[in-house]
């Protein structure tokens, strides 16, 4: 179990050097946690001077160097190290903007991973007092990182970090030719701009081995491979006579859409709803969360600070085509992102309003609804967007800035949402329990609590010929041919590649709410 401490006295410079209501960064505590491998992390930080932080977990927290011309993996390269404060475990996945202040600029999560003390040196296995003594011999385990290296003091309290001499080393690697972020796919530019990442989408040649491969095989995308089998095994019955939705068409799917996902996913917790046995078989869906053992090592797991020990530990988090394909081929059929950052996890990026029909509500009075938010939106002057769910509702994604909590956007939503069931009130009912709504819909502002999610844009739903929640612009809502199912997966492709993402709007928004 995790033991975290808000006082401890390892984050106090930490702590004091920051004003958590004008910076993103994650506030802290100390996670002691002996059942993993020990985290490490390089950001790329374009403050006064570019630079990249070396972050090590040690003792529940992150032991940190600012390196000024990075690490690399050439062993000639002896790169200058400053000690700087120790930073909180949840630090190792922050990317953003910082406004002001103490380490003014902009942070991207450029490598991570996990790190151990070289085994060739037993007496580094005192982490803190190799530290302490200025010598610390270790191995990374890392997307661009690899291998042995040393961080060792010298005279004026200055470090150096050298990459080791062994199989893992490449003579002339420069960082700065890798400047991508491993959890987002930006860059420091796209984290000012308030531009997305895209992960890589598969070749031509990948999706031609994926269709010409029998029913188990290998499949190789974006650099990691991945077992898949059951490749032919139908899991949805085609719509309207079309052929049946096989795990093989789901797979391709979910690969081919991963440069869309990025922005929904990234840095995210994610809950499966799975169906192994397909969405008619006798065990039905369930929900999923922890990463099975038997995943393989290139899927990113969140190991969650603030889980009770009898809860799920660790998360799934999507960095990219390939954990999409692991998942897929995993039946996680439906993608649930939280609506927090595992940097900041009781911090939403959202207010979420669901839209959710009861039996006895119409299209078009579900449609009725969304419109009322749509002029809502407009006088509170709130950048935000709809989608369609895919099965019978719609739901709107208001981004905002970093610092309310989840208590905020729940009564911010319950305000909005109750102000315009006023309006309305034949077709809204706020009786908890369906049986009590008499068949009318609910505006559900309970979805804005840490851990419970809304599907993702881009997910499939399990239904016959495999619907996608699908963003849309407002004005797609007077389409008289909208349907909340309208698109498939073998719609949604073409889709993207004819009019974008309507939720492309919504990336880099920091809006604050407005008081209702």
Do not use: C
Not at 189 to 205: H, L, N, S, Y
Not at 465 to 492: F, N, Q, Y
Request: avoid cysteine; charged fraction near 25%; hydrophobic fraction near 40%.
């Amino acid at each position: 179990m995790a033991e975290l401490d808000d006082h401890a006295a390892k984050l106090d410079e930490y702590h004091a050097k920051r004003d958590f209501g004008s910076t993103p960064e994650p506030a802290g505590r100390v996670v002691t946690d002996k059942d993993r491998p020990l985290r490490f992390l390089v950001q790329r930080h374009r403050a006064r001077r570019l630079h990249y932080d070396l972050r090590l977990e040690i003792g529940g927290v992150l032991a940190s160097w600012a390196v000024p011309k990075g690490p690399g993996l050439d062993p000639k390269r002896k790169s200058l190290a400053v000690k700087v404060e120790d930073h909180p475990f949840a630090y190792g996945w922050f990317e953003g903007n910082i406004p002001s202040g103490y380490g003014k600029g902009d942070v991207i999560v450029w490598d991570d991973g996990w790190w151990e003390p070289d085994p060739a040196y037993p007496h580094s296995k005192d982490l803190a007092r190799a530290v302490d003594s200025g010598e610390l011999k270790f191995v990374l385990h890392g997307k661009k990182l690899h291998g042995r290296y040393v961080i060792l003091r010298t005279a004026g309290d200055q470090w150096l970090l050298i990459k080791k001499n062994d199989d893992d080393a490449v003579p002339g690697w420069d960082p700065e030719e890798h400047p991508a972020s491993v959890l987002s796919a930006r860059t420091n530019a796209d984290v000012v701009a308030g531009t997305p990442g895209r992960w890589a989408a598969p070749t031509e040649t990948e999706l031609r081995e994926l269709d010409e491969m029998g029913a188990k095989g290998r499949w190789t995308v974006a650099g990691e491979t991945t077992l898949l089998t059951n490749l032919d095994k139908v899991i949805m019955p085609g719509r309207d006579g079309d052929p049946a939705i096989t795990k093989r068409e789901i797979v391709r799917y979910y690969a081919q859409v991963a440069p869309w996902l990025t922005p929904y996913l990234a840095g995210r917790p994610v809950n499966l709803n799975r169906f192994p046995d397909g969405i008619g078989g006798a065990k039905g869906g369930f929900w999923h969360k922890a990463v099975p053992a038997h995943a393989p090592a290139f899927v990113r797991r969140w190991p969650n600070p603030l889980a009770d020990i009898d809860k799920t530990r660790e998360y799934l988090m999507v960095d990219g085509a390939p954990s999409l394909v692991w998942a897929a081929n995993f039946a996680g059929i439906e993608i649930h992102p939280w609506t927090s950052t595992a940097a900041s996890p009781e911090q939403p990026s959202y207010a979420l309003i669901d839209i959710d029909p009861g039996p006895a509500t119409t299209w078009a009075e579900t449609l009725v609804l969304a419109q009322m938010f749509r002029v809502a939106m407009t006088q509170l002057d709130l950048v935000a967007r709809p989608k369609v769910t895919g099965q019978r509702g719609i739901q709107v994604w208001i981004p905002i800035r970093s610092g309310y909590t989840f208590d905020d956007t729940s009564r911010f939503v319950e305000a909005l949402s109750k102000t315009i069931g006023r309006v309305v009130p034949e077709l809204v009912s706020w009786q908890w329990r369906k049986s009590d709504r008499k068949g009318l819909a609910r505006l559900d502002y309970t979805q804005n609590a840490i851990n419970k999610t809304l599907v993702a844009p881009y997910s499939i739903r399990p239904a016959p010929g495999a619907p996608v929640s699908v963003p849309l612009e407002w004005d797609e809502l007077d389409d008289p041919d909208l349907r909340p199912d309208r698109w498939t997966i073998r719609e949604v492709l073409g889709r993207l590649a004819s009019v974008g993402d309507p939720f492309g709007a919504l990336v880099g928004q920091e809006q604050s709410l407005p008081a209702l």
